[in-house]
């Protein structure tokens, strides 16, 4: 988690300003003073700021994933429960209700940006990148299914044309999922292009047959 040192004319003030900046709750942090604020001679000489070192707890992360998901349902009028697991450099989100396909979009498209939200709210709280996973209603599982029909297919076409075949445009996650499940196979080749957001895979012949 994120590690502050800051300075303030009291030890209070140089907490409270950690707090406000970062919207933080008291039982959501570590304080450790380094250094107490001394008032010096007549006010003046010797006297030098309070310096504390802040310390985000992770019980924070959970409350802040929660409160913008909270907000988001909240906007879009749909209910759902939210369940938020921490682990080593991982977080995983899972979104279960009723009627949630719009958290989901045309091939996860939505489900990506919100992923793509929380991570940089998470690691704006930690020194060390943490990745952070959402799902909805188990589509991730239903997508990995949903790939790996993609990738036979696109092998079965490769194989019969002789020719290479370029799939859709596709997240991240999903490109490196068809280059995994087609790793094996020594008679094609695979490889992305594009530009993100329309970066694709591509499935190309070798000289190689199996």
Same mark, same amino acid.
């Given at each position: 988690?994120?590690?502050?040192?800051?300075?303030?004319?009291?030890?209070?003030?140089?907490?409270? =300003?950690?707090?406000?900046?970062?919207?933080?709750?008291?039982?959501?942090?570590?304080?450790?003073?380094?250094?107490?604020?001394?008032? /010096?001679?007549? /006010?003046?000489?010797?006297?030098?700021?309070?310096?504390?070192?802040?310390?985000? @707890?992770?019980?924070?992360? *959970?409350?802040?994933? @929660?409160?913008?998901?909270?907000?988001?349902? *909240?906007?879009?009028?749909? #209910?759902?429960?939210?369940?938020?697991?921490?682990?080593?450099?991982?977080?995983?989100?899972?979104?279960?209700?009723?009627?949630?396909?719009?958290?989901? /979009?045309?091939?996860?498209?939505?489900?990506?940006?919100?992923?793509?939200?929380?991570?940089?709210?998470?690691? #704006?709280?930690?020194?060390?990148?943490?990745?952070?996973?959402?799902?909805?209603?188990?589509?991730?599982?239903?997508? @990995? #299914?949903?790939?790996?029909?993609?990738?036979?297919?696109?092998?079965?076409?490769?194989?019969?044309?002789?020719?290479?075949?370029?799939?859709?445009?596709?997240?991240?996650?999903?490109?490196?999922?068809?280059? =995994?499940?087609?790793?094996?196979?020594?008679?094609?080749?695979?490889?992305?292009?594009?530009?993100?957001?329309?970066?694709?895979?591509?499935?190309?012949?070798? #000289?190689?047959?199996?």
């Amino acid at each position: 988690m994120k590690t502050f040192e800051i300075k303030g004319k009291t030890v209070h003030e140089a907490i409270q =300003r950690v707090l406000h900046e970062y919207d933080l709750r008291e039982d959501e942090v570590e304080v450790e003073v380094i250094e107490k604020e001394k008032k /010096g001679l007549l /006010g003046l000489i010797g006297a030098h700021d309070a310096r504390v070192r802040i310390k985000l @707890k992770e019980k924070v992360i *959970e409350r802040k994933l @929660k409160a913008f998901l909270n907000s988001l349902l *909240e906007y879009l009028h749909i #209910n759902a429960d939210i369940s938020v697991k921490q682990g080593d450099r991982k977080v995983h989100v899972e979104m279960s209700g009723k009627n949630l396909g719009v958290l989901i /979009g045309k091939h996860g498209q939505i489900l990506a940006s919100i992923q793509h939200i929380l991570n940089m709210q998470v690691n #704006n709280l930690t020194d060390t990148k943490v990745n952070v996973y959402v799902d909805v209603d188990h589509y991730s599982k239903y997508r @990995k #299914n949903k790939l790996e029909e993609i990738a036979y297919h696109a092998l079965e076409m490769v194989r019969k044309t002789k020719e290479k075949v370029k799939l859709d445009p596709m997240q991240s996650w999903e490109r490196k999922e068809i280059h =995994r499940l087609l790793s094996k196979y020594s008679d094609i080749h695979t490889y992305s292009e594009g530009i993100e957001p329309y970066r694709y895979v591509v499935i190309e012949p070798t #000289n190689d047959e199996k």
